[in-house]
């Protein structure tokens, strides 16, 4: 099979707000897009788009499908799940899967992709910010806003060298940051262990910053080192897995960022709540397995409960 590299026929799965911001890059890189819906998700022709949270924008020129059989009429170079991590499981995906032939699967969710045939597979990261603008308790016109920090990049990888490639080259044509290595999910996984165990803590904390210290902080810490212990991650990583230093990027990203960061992950992780407690089950189940120290993940997923 032929991977396209010029103007590829992207089908992105979700058009919430990961999938819309993906597919204006992807626009943008010269892909012709599509979204797969659910029949009853509402999606204008014209999405209004906020970038950088101060460059007004809007995605256009894309085109909506419902079923597996409108899928199936059509030919795909790449299909993006731009979905959680939770979805990733249910009943719709294999049938639509089967829909798109050969074309390549970008999973952008860490936990998953492993149903996924990795022939067929490359694995990515979400390395920007998005939100349906206004936040709550905010005002202003209604539209997506996104933010990428200043140098984040897509991390890319699979076992065709040629399907990583072809992904890589469409988003930088778009404007986005893209690099290849070895193994993504991997490369990736301490961020993701600060953030979800973070984010627990958060919730067990009320969602309040100025709540997120003593024995909160301090489990987000625990349980993230818990994860990373069996996966060979640096000390420097281990070493940002402590309470204070998480309590500081809190603080830090509340001062800088150029939206409000406390209601920002309220908002965004209280609808993913599924997908944090996930993360939790999953590293319980392989903590557990290989033997290792569990107790602070524990902790935090009987927090949530």
């Not at 970038?51 to 079923?67: D, H, S």
């Not at 009429?73 to 798109?100: I, K």
């Not at 996966?231 to 603080?251: D, I, M, T, Y």
Request: no cysteine; proline share 7%; aromatic share 8%.
């Amino acid at each position: 099979m032929a991977i396209a590299s010029g103007s590829p026929r992207v089908l992105v799965v979700g058009a919430g707000a990961v999938g819309q911001v993906f597919g204006w890059y992807l626009t943008r890189g010269g892909a012709t897009v599509t979204f797969f819906v659910k029949p009853a998700h509402p999606l204008a022709t014209e999405l209004p788009m906020l970038e950088q949270v101060r460059r007004p924008t809007v995605l256009t020129g894309f085109k909506r499908l419902t079923t597996p059989e409108e899928v199936a009429r059509q030919e795909w170079d790449q299909v993006w799940l731009a979905v959680p991590s939770n979805a990733l499981s249910e009943r719709w995906l294999p049938p639509l899967l089967q829909a798109t032939g050969a074309s390549t699967v970008v999973a952008l969710a860490p936990e998953g992709e492993e149903h996924i045939h990795s022939a067929r597979r490359v694995v990515g990261s979400i390395p920007f910010i998005a939100w349906q603008d206004p936040l709550p308790g905010h005002t202003g016109p209604e539209r997506l806003a996104f933010y990428v920090p200043p140098l984040a990049s897509v991390v890319l990888s699979g076992s065709s060298p040629e399907r990583v490639g072809a992904v890589q080259v469409t988003l930088r044509r778009g404007g986005m940051r893209a690099l290849v290595v070895a193994d993504a999910a991997k490369v990736g996984l301490p961020v993701t262990a600060l953030l979800i165990s973070s984010v627990a803590a958060l919730e067990g904390a009320g969602w309040r910053f100025a709540d997120f210290k003593g024995q909160w902080s301090a489990l987000a810490g625990r349980a993230a080192r818990e994860v990373m212990a069996r996966e060979g991650v640096s000390w420097v990583w281990k070493l940002a897995a402590r309470g204070p230093v998480l309590r500081l990027v809190f603080w830090l990203g509340s001062k800088v960022l150029p939206f409000d960061l406390e209601t920002y992950v309220k908002y965004h992780f209280t609808k993913v709540g599924q997908q944090t407690r996930l993360f939790l089950r999953e590293w319980l189940k392989r903590g557990r397995a290989g033997g290792g120290e569990t107790s602070a993940v524990q902790a935090l997923l009987e927090g949530l409960k």
